[in-house]
């Protein structure tokens, strides 16, 4: 907008204001709350780089990220999550060409193994969703299934440190059956 101006030989009919609006990000937040309102609109610079959770932590936590993206509105910028965590715990998970970096689970023989990396990886996700420290409200379930489907928790807290020691009771066993992972699914998500 400025170079437009400057390079016409014209001074620039905007207001000041005006003229601050045309320097900023254009991208709007998506929430039905600003149907019927007033739009909210990121409040970076155009052309900024992604805004990520350490920039928000920087700023109080005021606010919220969408696609890299900050806005101010008061609304919710999202609803909670649900992290449903679906693990195969057949026989096959047994297997050692895998393991788990973690001594909590690599000192134990039954995850010293594909299960155990695979419960490691649920863990450090966790974690990293709880270390931005702006998703207390997620929620967190872990189905494993074999022969059958069992649910080891059901729509708890994100508190990852509670919810690895429940992961960890989780034991290989049984033939892979994928048929009663949908049903288990349903229920912990209504």
Known sequence: HDAYWTAMHFKDPCTEDEQKKFRLCNAQCGSSEHMDNVPSFCDQPLWHPDFTDKDLMRLDGDGFILEGHHFTCRHP??????????????????????????????????????????????FSYLKERQ????????????????????????????????????????????????????????IVTT
């Open 131 to 186: 270390s931005g420290g702006v998703h207390d409200a997620d929620l967190v379930s872990f189905i494993s299934f074999n022969t059958t489907a069992e649910a080891f928790f059901k729509a708890e807290p994100l508190h990852a440190d509670c919810l690895l020691k429940e992961m960890m009771k989780v034991r290989a066993k049984g033939d892979t059956n994928f048929s009663p992972v949908s049903a288990m699914a349903s």
């Open 77 to 122: 910028g999202r609803r909670p999550l649900h992290h449903v965590f679906v693990v195969d715990t057949s026989t096959s998970m047994e297997c050692k060409d895998r393991q788990p970096a973690m001594k909590e689970l690599s000192g134990l023989p039954s995850l010293n193994n594909r299960l155990g990396a695979v419960v490691e990886a649920c």
